[in-house]
T-cell receptor
Framework: QKEVEQDPGPLSVPEGAIVSLNCTYSNSAFQYFMWYRQYSRKGPELLMYTYSSGNKEDGRFTAQVDKSSKYISLFIRDSQPSDSATYLCAMGGGTASKLTFGTGTRLQVTL | SAVISQKPSRDICQRGTSLTIQCQVDSQVTMMFWYRQQPGQSLTLIATANQGSEATYESGFVIDKFPISRPNLTFSTLTVSNMSPEDSSIYLC?????????????FGPGTRLTVL
């Protein structure tokens, strides 16, 4: 079993839809949770950072962490074609000595 | 956040040759990292490079194949030695926002390497 599981997609949604991206993990020591956005032929760009459980909102983006279920989510409201990218979750902390990344979910927002 | 540049952005190389990738940061940082990203796979950490000490390599990666230099707090290089087609990948450098390996990391644009 991978330490972090992420559905690779691709996920295709119409413009304006609400998108839900998810990761599950097995290491209960993880404390820091991040979402990165990666456009084609670009490096990953930090989108959201959350410490421990709870919600964090930034514009159209909301990150949720449920440590009891070992489940994190990224919601995108009013999705735009410019949101088309690969979204990677990452986590670390506790006894981990490095960040662990999901494989990424490819999102396509269509007109 | 740090601004990170990498050179070259892409290259096509012959089997058996070596390529050195440069990573430049616009501010002084303690920890720099080198990753490999292959299609459909997670980012794989190659090594952690701290200024003034030897790089720390992850399981499956060795210094002879991926020598790293870290001469100062804003610059690092990764060399991919004696390349084979299996080394074709995107190579990314990143820096930790704080002083810990599990802090938020900021990434460079990547170097797309193709080995023929």
């Amino acid at each position: 079993q991978k330490e972090v599981e992420q559905d690779p997609g691709p996920l295709s949604v119409p413009e304006g839809a609400i998108v839900s991206l998810n990761c599950t993990y097995s290491n209960s020591a993880f404390q820091y949770f991040m979402w990165y956005r990666q456009y084609s032929r670009k490096g990953p760009e930090l989108l959201m950072y959350t410490y421990s459980s709870g919600n964090k909102e930034d514009g159209r983006f909301t990150a949720q962490v449920d440590k009891s279920s070992k489940y994190i989510s990224l919601f995108i409201r009013d999705s735009q074609p410019s949101d088309s990218a690969t979204y990677l979750c990452a986590m670390g902390g506790g006894t981990a000595s490095k960040l662990t990344f999901g494989t990424g979910t490819r999102l396509q927002v269509t007109l | 956040s740090a601004v990170i540049s990498q050179k070259p952005s892409r290259d096509i190389c012959q089997r058996g040759t070596s390529l050195t990738i440069q990573c430049q940061v616009d501010s002084q940082v303690t920890m720099m990292f080198w990753y490999r990203q292959q299609p459909g796979q997670s980012l794989t950490l190659i090594a952690t490079a701290n200024q003034g000490s030897e790089a720390t390599y992850e399981s499956g990666f060795v210094i002879d194949k991926f020598p790293i230099s870290r001469p100062n707090l804003t610059f690092s290089t990764l060399t991919v030695s004696n390349m084979s087609p299996e080394d074709s990948s995107i190579y990314l450098c990143s820096v930790a926002a704080g002083g810990y390996s599990t802090d938020t990391q900021y990434f460079g644009p990547g170097t797309r390497l193709t080995v023929l």
